[in-house]
């Protein structure tokens, strides 16, 4: 394999593009970017670099000549517009090509909007370094600050304005929120910590429209209800990039379809992190999960798929791990925990804000939840990968237990 192509320069792009080097390749190695930065990290965005602590420079994922060394082509601020899979080409928005023996797509996903609200000024969605200065800037005014959606991202949005000492007011469509991700008791529990923080949560209410003349005013709800807002941010989601694979014959279905071994359904080109959806061995099952660690682990083991060429490559078989920072709550999970059929809160409580829960399905732990319990969810991400029996997990790790 003498040329690959990286589209997409962030997480997953660039540890793809040193999982190469690291590999041996050391062929032509180009990789595509649609924004002007170099590789930087996206979980500072709604943390540090938002909260105005850190400057954008520290959410670098460059350090030092790492860069340099791998040696690449690199294309920032251009888009791959067409995927030629026959003859292996990838076209740029600058009417450019580029040639492939080997393919690794990269394109992370992107945030869904509200309808009506395109140019509306002061309505934001957080996804790039771009977007979290925008928003950084307006927070600088002192703005009534409402946020569409309580999933991780609004949540740290929400909570780190309360830090910054702005009103807040986070809409959500679910009565509990994230209660299809955690349950309900968890979700209670986040919810009464951003009540507790000063955060006017509205439960169980959508987002009728958002009011403003060029600029936004207020969010009217589906209760009939009108939140005034002079900044919003809405977390409502994101879609996977790939809507310049149309027509190319890679196969997409919620993201790339990729076999175990983050193989697409075209020779010669693989797929990682938040794009690429795969069949996940350990736990049986096909998923596209939008975490940091997925990201980096995935594109090391993809690019070890493209390099062993046809129908070679390992399995990707991975426990996701995520993490979320919220106030003086560090939120960390391992596993599969939306669909599970039992669960138990094994150490601490909900009262105290450090806990850690486990999550069963068909008899098997699957999954496990920590707030403030760092350490214990570690452990807990080793186990999960055998699927040990649920009731002998969580004898285990009991408090009150041989843990
Ligand atoms: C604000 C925020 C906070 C987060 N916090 C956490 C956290 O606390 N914990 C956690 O586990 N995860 C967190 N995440 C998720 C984590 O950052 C993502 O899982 C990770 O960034 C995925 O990396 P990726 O490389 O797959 O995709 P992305 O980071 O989305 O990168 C894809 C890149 O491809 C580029 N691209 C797209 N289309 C094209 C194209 N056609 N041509 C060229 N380039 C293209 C995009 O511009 C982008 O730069 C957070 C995400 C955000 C946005």
Redesign the pocket.
């Known amino acids: 394999m003498k040329a690959i192509v990286v589209?997409?320069?962030?997480?997953?792009?660039?540890r793809g593009a040193e999982a190469l080097r690291q590999q041996g390749f050391d062929g032509t190695l180009t990789m595509?970017?649609?924004?002007p930065h170099l590789?930087y990290?996206?979980?500072?965005?709604?943390?540090e670099v938002l909260r105005g602590t850190w400057e954008p420079e520290q959410a670098s994922l460059v350090r030092g000549d790492n860069i340099d060394k791998l040696e690449l082509d690199l294309r920032l601020g251009?888009?791959?517009?067409s995927l030629d899979t026959g003859r292996r080409r990838v076209e740029?928005d600058d009417g450019s090509a580029v040639s492939y023996d080997g393919l690794l797509i990269?394109?992370?996903?992107?945030?869904r909007r509200l309808p009506g609200t395109d140019g509306m000024e002061g309505v934001h969605t957080?996804?790039?370094l771009d977007d979290?200065l925008a928003i950084r800037a307006g927070l600088e005014r002192g703005p009534r600050v409402a946020v569409v959606g309580a999933g991780?991202?609004g949540a740290?949005v929400a909570a780190t304005c309360r830090q910054r000492g702005l009103d807040v007011t986070m809409i959500e469509m679910l009565p509990v929120p994230l209660e299809p991700a955690v349950g309900a008791d968890v979700g209670e529990a986040l919810a009464a910590v951003h009540r507790d923080e000063g955060v006017d949560l509205r439960l169980g209410v959508g987002v009728d429209a958002i009011e403003g003349d060029g600029r936004v005013e207020a969010v009217r709800l589906s209760d009939g209800s009108r939140v005034e807002a002079d900044l919003v941010v809405v977390g409502v989601g994101v879609a996977p990039?790939t809507?310049?694979l149309e027509g190319s014959g890679v196969k997409v279905d919620d993201g790339v379809a990729c076999d175990a071994r983050c193989a697409t359904s075209v020779p010669g080109v693989v797929a990682?992190?938040?794009?690429?959806s795969w069949h996940n061995r350990t736990f049986d099952e096909t998923m596209r999960?939008?975490?940091?660690?997925?990201?980096a682990e995935q594109?090391r083991a993809a690019t070890s798929t493209l390099l062993a060429g046809d129908g070679g490559g390992d399995p990707f078989e991975s426990v996701p791990?995520?993490?979320?920072?919220q106030y003086d709550l560090k939120i960390q999970s391992a596993g599969r925990l939306a669909g599970a059929d039992a669960s138990r809160i094994v150490s601490g409580s909900l009262e105290t804000r450090r806990f850690l829960k486990l999550y069963g399905r068909g008899g098997r732990l699957v999954g496990a939840l920590a707030v403030n319990e760092p350490r214990r969810l570690m452990v807990m991400r080793r186990q999960i990968r055998a699927l040990p029996d649920f009731d002998e997990a969580v004898a285990a790790a009991s408090d009150d237990g041989s843990a």
């Open positions: 589209v997409g320069a962030s997480l997953a792009g660039l595509i970017g649609a924004e590789p990290d996206r979980p500072p965005l709604s943390k251009r888009r791959a517009t740029l990269a394109t992370g996903a992107t945030p957080l996804r790039t979290c991780f991202i740290e990039e809507g310049w990682a992190g938040d794009v690429a999960v939008e975490h940091w660690s997925n990201a594109a791990f995520f993490w979320s920072d």
